[in-house]
């Protein structure tokens, strides 16, 4: 049986190739499964491991990641005398062999005699991405599967924290799972790192929070990894832009998903802005724009210090 998977997401992919093999071979070991990246094996190795069968073994999987022959077309390809070789040896009958192509993207030349082979003889799974709307679902799922239960403002306090990454999500998932079954969003706080964007909004959001001293201790803390005065700034300024164009589509009756969808960002981060609108209003957001500038111009042109002038902003904010 011959397979080929494709896809961009590696959790969604792996998940699919493990799912074969235990559909085909059963529990996999060191002597019925083996793996190769094509980026390194050579061709030799590939061809041996798919006509020869160890003694004692009565079926055995070949995986064969980062498969590059699947390639968009060209004359040297298609006169390639190893892919013709490989496509002659896959048009034999070989039940006690499965083949898994495994591609690392969608990009894929659906023309090419390999692939039709494929098409005919085995199965084509082409693995679509966890969308942004059901990475929570996704999220919820995962932990239940391990005996764990996760509140939704975990979920949501995960994803601010890793994103849509599923090598990331699996990392810091397991992790989780070794210190508890009952995740909270003080669970995900204390033991999922914090990213940098993420230390960004929080300097903001205890500004409009009136949080000065939580705010002054974001700011040294940056100082320390010596995060330039004015890179702060621009940080800064793009977030409450961000909460400008947040509140002003909000005002023509967009709902969360319609925002995020308009703006290209997470729903969490819009309900975390919609969150502030009883603290900040559009006019003093516009000052804070208009303060920026001209603390960023004064810097630049060398009229006063840029650490000291930040911090003067955050105590007079």
Not at 47 to 72: C, N, Q, R, T, W
Not at 96 to 122: A, N, Y
Not at 248 to 255: A, D, P, Q, V, Y
Request: charge should be negative; include cysteine; aromatic fraction near 10%.
């Amino acid at each position: 049986m011959i397979y080929l998977i494709a896809g961009n997401d590696v959790l969604v992919t792996n998940k699919r190739i493990e799912t074969i093999i235990k559909d085909e071979i059963g529990t996999p070991d060191a002597f019925n499964v083996e793996r190769y990246d094509c980026r390194e094996a050579s061709f030799d190795e590939i061809i041996e491991s798919i006509m020869l069968l160890p003694l004692g073994i009565a079926k055995k999987a070949v995986v064969l990641d980062f498969a590059h022959y699947f390639e968009k077309s060209s004359k040297a390809k298609e006169e390639n005398s190893e892919d013709k070789q490989l496509f002659n040896i896959l048009q034999e009958n070989l039940p006690e062999i499965v083949v898994i192509f495994v591609v690392r993207g969608t990009s894929i030349d659906k023309k090419i005699p390999l692939f039709q082979l494929i098409e005919e003889k085995g199965q084509v799974y082409i693995a679509s991405n966890i969308s942004e709307r059901d990475w929570p679902i996704f999220i919820k799922r995962y932990f239940e599967k391990q005996g764990a239960k996760i509140s939704k403002d975990a979920i949501d306090e995960l994803i601010t924290r890793i994103g849509i990454d599923s090598l990331a999500f699996v990392s810091e998932a397991d992790k989780v799972l070794l210190y508890t079954k009952d995740i909270t969003v003080d669970v995900i706080k204390e033991l999922v790192t914090e990213p940098f964007e993420e230390k960004q909004y929080e300097l903001t959001n205890a500004l409009v929070n009136d949080e000065k001293g939580r705010a002054l201790k974001i700011y040294r803390d940056f100082m320390v990894l010596n995060v330039q005065p004015v890179s702060l700034i621009t940080m800064l300024a793009n977030q409450f832009r961000l909460y400008s164009q947040i509140f002003i589509l909000s005002e023509k009756s967009l709902g969360q998903s319609e925002i995020a969808e308009t703006l290209k960002i997470h729903t969490y981060r819009v309900k975390l802005a919609l969150d502030m609108q009883d603290k900040i209003t559009l006019i003093e957001i516009f000052d804070k724009l208009e303060k920026l500038h001209d603390l960023d111009f004064k810097i630049k042109s060398g009229q006063i210090d840029g650490a000291y002038g930040l911090e003067l902003f955050i105590i007079n904010y």
